[in-house]
């Protein structure tokens, strides 16, 4: 910032600045617990008796940044009517609190500069974005980071995008999601960690404390925003923005727990999502919004509508019009709207004519107002806007290296028939064939806003580096690519989904490659020669043929800013594969949604093969093709010696011991899980439930115990009464590489 920005933020400043930075310094914890009751410092508490409805209403009106630029235009339009000079005006009347995605500091330094001079009440704004994995050093999508089963690692790359996020004038993210995603065929689950519940939590809670640092108020900080509350991963069929009809129970068992870690670790926002849920619209619920949010879970942060999420409630047919929409979304507790105007359309007339209580409209004012200072924005507006800064900050030799560890630790290798892999570094003459064997394309994923394909390394410039005779061939043309695959000694075979098939409104009805990518699969595996197959995907996909039984066969996701880097670490054994699946990969599309905690029915299939009048399809049985859970490594692990503390869990904690052997030629990384399974009770139960895990990186003949804990909460579910409560029976266990794998199985009982 220039001296004469600093001078002007200082003269923007109300009396009792010094208090307000006292404030924001509060835990986040405590600020979510008290910041609906405990008094605002008093200098900014007495704003809102001076605002005028208008500019209360400006308080909650947040819009795509006019000024943008790459994605960010086709991911949220600004609006064909808006351009960066009407949104200056409207920074001058206090009509509008901030915008999103946006292009940068120098963006930033002029709206702010604009709101802290020109503006009636000198308002810091606000400035957002979808920070979903990475600013311009892109990471793996979020499901691929899932797949490390490591929430340091989510931890460490949220932390390195909050601060190039913060060195480009952002205060606020929309990330992370936390939705749980059981339907493959939904594209939004590339932006999640997958199916599980634990899983979930442990990812959610990691992202939220990556993103915000030491605090709130640190100029390297940015505020999280927990997504979608809620269930919105439940859509029927998959459909993006589809009805959602789950019970109660399903609610509080799957899809709250995420939200809830998220906010024990101090996220202060949350975004209502799309879907109605059993035929009343989230972001018009107030049994969602209030009795569960507010009052049950004492949230006391800001809730803020998904993009025009307030106006979609007129196509739902739950509001006739865009002012019925914005007082059914106001008053059901959606506190901030984002992108249609509506609130400040519509809330001051909803207020003069007595349709909205004041009460209402201040209490919405205070908790945005609360944000802004618990991000420091009112001690320095400009806290997080500096050019200079900007450009020191982004795509830094540290956090290109960090994208690079990343992308290693979150590719999973589902099949090594025959050790193909690693490859020879040299003796051998490999070639790279598909798609995505080489070009700046399909590389950082779906939901990047800034960063580019461009920025990214591919598999090409990567795999020359440790081989560089490596021949590439698109697979364009079959005869070609077969021609390539018979002159060489291995083919390496890069195909699998582009990263528009994933993402926002990308639902698939089938979830297979591509018919002419299997069609090229098919043709290379003909040839006699030993392949790998690398899988792009942003979703669990129904794999079969040549591609499910390739010799070896790495999912690699879409990696980001190190793609074709943390690729060739794996396939030459720079770096040994360590990731699991975070989704169940189905059979066949019909089998979806598919996840391995289901409940067993009344008429499971024994094991063996298919029987009549046993729940399972004609052709398939209910199990996953990879399981969730499963991936291999470069070692060869072995699971012996399993040793439970005592027959009986009661008060005092239940230790579960197991012995991890390496009996392989290279170190490597195990990922050890334990599950359990409840025998019988009064609400039936899943057949597995993940309640641990822990990474064990072992040398070759190395050996390592490991231990699990269980206490009787660890064994709670969601009673007839829909509330966790505990029952006394037999439980089944198992400590095993994947979810459907035997492993080591036994069994204690709760007292």
């Not at 291995?490 to 009805?509: D, F, K, P």
């Amino acid at each position: 910032m220039n001296g004469q920005d600093r001078r002007i933020s200082r003269r923007a400043l109300l009396a009792g600045a010094g208090a307000a930075l006292a404030w924001s310094a509060s835990p986040a914890r405590a600020l979510l617990a008290i910041v609906g009751e405990r008094p605002l410092p008093a200098a900014v508490e007495a704003l809102i008796s001076r605002m005028t409805l208008v500019e209360k209403a400006g308080q909650l009106n947040l819009l795509a940044a006019a000024w943008a630029g790459g994605a960010a235009i086709s991911l949220n339009p600004a609006g064909a009517a808006s351009s960066f000079d009407a949104q200056l005006r409207m920074v001058r009347r206090g009509e509008l609190t901030g915008v999103f995605n946006g292009n940068g500091a120098e963006m930033a330094r002029r709206m702010q500069t604009e709101a802290v001079r020109r503006s009636r009440l000198k308002i810091p704004l606000l400035f957002a974005a979808d920070v979903i994995h990475g600013l311009r050093t892109v990471f793996p999508v979020p499901l691929a980071e899932a797949a490390s089963f490591d929430p340091d690692l989510a931890r460490r790359t949220a932390r390195a995008a909050a601060v190039e996020a913060s060195a480009s004038g952002i205060d606020w993210t929309f990330a992370p999601m936390v939705d749980i995603a059981r339907d493959a065929r939904w594209g939004r689950g590339v932006e999640g960690s997958g199916e599980d519940v634990l899983l979930g939590r442990l990812m959610a809670a990691a992202r939220v404390e990556g993103f915000q640092g030491s605090g709130l108020a640190a100029p390297d900080a940015v505020a999280a925003c927990a997504k979608h509350f809620v269930a919105y991963g439940a859509g029927e069929s998959g459909l993006d923005y589809n009805s959602v009809d789950v019970s109660e129970r399903t609610l509080r068992d799957v899809y709250f727990p995420p939200f809830q870690a998220a906010f024990a670790a101090g996220a202060p926002t949350v975004m209502a999502s799309f879907n109605d849920l059993s035929g009343v619209p989230a972001t018009a619920n107030p049994w969602l919004l209030d009795t569960i949010l507010r009052k049950e879970w004492g949230f006391g942060g800001l809730v803020v509508s998904d993009y025009t999420g307030d106006e979609e409630l007129i196509a739902h047919g739950f509001a006739k019009d865009g002012r019925d929409a914005a007082r059914l979304a106001f008053l059901a507790g959606v506190d901030m709207s984002m992108q249609s105007g509506l609130y400040l359309q519509h809330l001051p007339d909803l207020v003069e004519k007595g349709e909205v209580p004041m009460a209402r409209l201040d209490q919405a004012v205070r908790r945005v107002l609360a944000l802004k200072v618990a991000l420091g924005l009112f001690d320095d507006p400009f806290r997080r806007i500096d050019p200079a800064r900007e450009k020191a900050r982004l795509r830094t030799p540290e956090t290109l290296a960090l994208a690079r560890e990343a992308g290693g630790r979150s590719i999973v290798m589902l099949r090594n028939e025959g050790d193909v892999l690693p490859l020879p570094r040299s003796g051998k003459k490999i070639a790279l064939i598909g798609p995505f064997a080489g070009g700046g394309h399909d590389l950082i994923g779906p939901w990047n806003v800034y960063g580019t394909d461009r920025e990214a390394v591919d598999l090409v410039t990567a795999v020359r580096e440790t081989v560089p005779g490596a021949t590439m061939d698109d697979g364009s043309d079959l005869a070609r690519a077969v021609a390539a695959a018979r002159a060489a000694d291995i083919v390496v075979l890069a195909i699998g989904e582009t990263q528009n098939m994933s993402g926002e409104a990308q639902s698939r009805t089938e979830i297979v490659v591509p018919a002419e990518q299997q069609a090229l699969a098919e043709a290379i595996a003909a040839t006699g020669k030993p392949y790998v197959v690398l899988l792009r995907t942003g979703r669990a996909l129904a794999l079969t043929g040549a591609v499910a039984k390739a010799p070896a066969l790495l999912v690699t996701w879409f990696l980001g800013s190190q793609d074709g880097p943390a690729i060739a670490d794996i396939l030459f054994g720079a770096v040994s594969p360590s990731a699991r699946l975070p989704v169940s990969f189905p059979r066949a599309s019909g089998q979806v949604p598919y996840y391995y905690a289901h409940r067993s029915t009344g008429r499971p299939n024994p094991p063996g093969a298919l029987q009549p009048y046993k729940a399972h399809f004609r052709d398939y049985p209910n199990s996953a093709l990879f399981a969730f859970g499963h991936g291999l490594t470069y070692g060869k692990m072995d699971y012996s010696d399993l040793r439970l503390s005592t027959a009986t869990l009661g008060d005092t904690p239940l230790t579960i011991r197991a012995t991890i052997a390496n009996t392989g030629r290279m170190t490597a990384t195990e990922v050890v899980q334990l599950y359990v399974h409840d025998v019988v009770a009064s609400v039936t139960q899943p057949v597995r439930v993940l309640k641990a895990f822990t990474r064990v990186t072992l040398a070759p003949g190395a050996r390592q115990d490991v231990t699990f804990t269980l206490t009787r909460a660890d064994l709670s579910f969601i009673g007839r009464d829909l509330t966790p409560t505990t029952e006394p029976g037999t439980f089944c266990l198992w400590v095993a590489p994947s979810a459907e794998a035997e492993g080591l199985a036994g069994t204690f009982t709760l007292t």
